[in-house]
């Protein structure tokens, strides 16, 4: 197979609360396992800031053989960030609000209907939360409900809020509760088209348009998790803004636990449903689908384009894979129950060799359309 010498990359990240920075250091701890596993020398490069967006390059050599990568960071941390500055009573509120605003679009009905376990995970923090305000009310009322003085609430109520705060609210922290209430409110303002979520993808498809002006023998972009739903806005928008950005080249788009029909199955995602449509139809792209059944934090079997209303375009190619395939067994086996720690999988280092490494594709000798037909078991040759 032949090798490929330049590689253009915009990766949008999904639900963790990091910014490129932190995305970077990600990726050379990601690359240093690779590396080991492939035995191929991945050099990574320090975080540069440029009109075109946070990026650093991965030199990869094999042999005499080099490939060089300049990967663009476009995430939304700092939006997320700005959602969270509010007090923790706010923040519930907000997130709740969202779940409703949701729910009333039609969403979380489509969830279930199509991928349950998803819905599960829509509904989990907010269930979480509700069962932790129970449990604080129960405490409140415990003389009450014991038949004691009223007076011992002067004691339950201060017990109750201690619980809430220093025992609660951590426990419900390890799930990463109120960045998903921020991380709902974000994929209603981008189902929306909100000003929040315009900007944001104007801002991003400006840079892309500027990066676009570096010469690759391939572009990829990836996304992961809700990153698929910005992944298609900013590259839906290039083309609305340049129709011709993409001629003569070859672009492939693949998504990582893609969750795009977290913001398209809400009923006001008109625009990003077109979107959708732009990329699934245009000739030059390449559009794959990495997914894996014990990640329930995506849309398992969905066929993004289909469900957004584009059966008539080129349909995404679903590539399953299975992480038990790449990870050690005790690895595999101290992580598969942890569902956060799963959806992270997809952009972590290996322990062994299978069809599927986030930092081979991106970063690779191998031509990234090449992945659309991987085999999970069958390591590719390098």
């Known amino acids: 197979m032949a090798t490929v010498q330049s590689r253009l990359v915009f990766y949008f990240p999904g639900f963790d609360p990091l910014d490129a920075a932190a995305h970077h250091l990600r990726y050379q701890r990601a690359a240093a396992l690779a590396g080991k596993t492939w035995d191929v020398a991945y050099e990574v490069g320090k975080l540069e800031s440029t009109p075109a967006g946070d990026h650093f390059t991965v030199d990869a050599r094999i042999g005499e053989k080099n490939t060089r990568s300049s990967i663009f960071v476009y995430d939304h941390n700092d939006i997320i960030s700005h959602l969270r500055s509010t007090s923790v009573a706010q923040q519930v509120a907000s997130g709740f609000k969202a779940g409703a605003g949701i729910i009333a ?18 509904i989990f923090p907010f269930l979480l939360m509700l069962a932790g305000g129970a449990a604080t009310v129960a405490i409140t009322f415990l003389p009450w409900l014991f038949g004691l003085s009223a007076w011992l609430c002067l004691l339950s109520v201060p017990v109750a809020a201690l619980f809430f705060v220093k025992a609660f609210l951590p426990f419900a922290e390890r799930f990463h509760t109120l ?204």
Request: with cysteine.
């Open 105 to 122: 679009e039609g969403a979380a009905v489509r969830y279930f209907r199509y991928a349950w376990r998803f819905g599960l995970f829509f």
């Open 179 to 382: 960045h998903l209430y921020a991380d709902w409110r974000f994929a209603l303002a981008v189902g929306r088209d909100d000003p929040l979520a315009r900007e944001w993808i104007e801002d991003k498809a400006q840079a892309v348009l500027l990066a676009l002006e570096q010469p690759s023998e391939e572009i990829l972009v990836v996304s992961h998790s809700m990153g698929a739903s910005l992944a298609l806005a900013v590259i839906g928008r290039v083309l609305e803004l340049q129709p011709d950005a993409l001629k003569g080249r070859k672009l492939s788009f693949s998504t990582l636990g893609g969750a795009a029909l977290q913001c398209a199955f809400l009923s006001s995602a008109t625009r990003l449903r077109q979107s959708i449509g732009k990329v699934a139809h245009h000739p030059e792209v390449t559009w794959f689908d990495i997914q894996c059944l014990t990640d329930p934090i995506h849309l398992y079997r969905c066929n993004t384009a289909h469900l957004a209303g584009h059966e008539d375009a080129q349909q995404p190619t679903i590539v399953p894979i299975r992480f038990k395939h790449s990870l050690s067994t005790e690895r595999y086996k101290k992580n598969k129950r942890n569902f956060l720690r799963m959806h992270r999988q997809y952009v972590l280092g290996p322990d062994r060799k299978s069809g599927f490494d986030f930092t081979l594709m991106t970063a690779g000798p191998l031509p990234v359309a090449s992945f659309a037909g991987l085999e999970s078991q069958q390591p590719p040759v390098l």
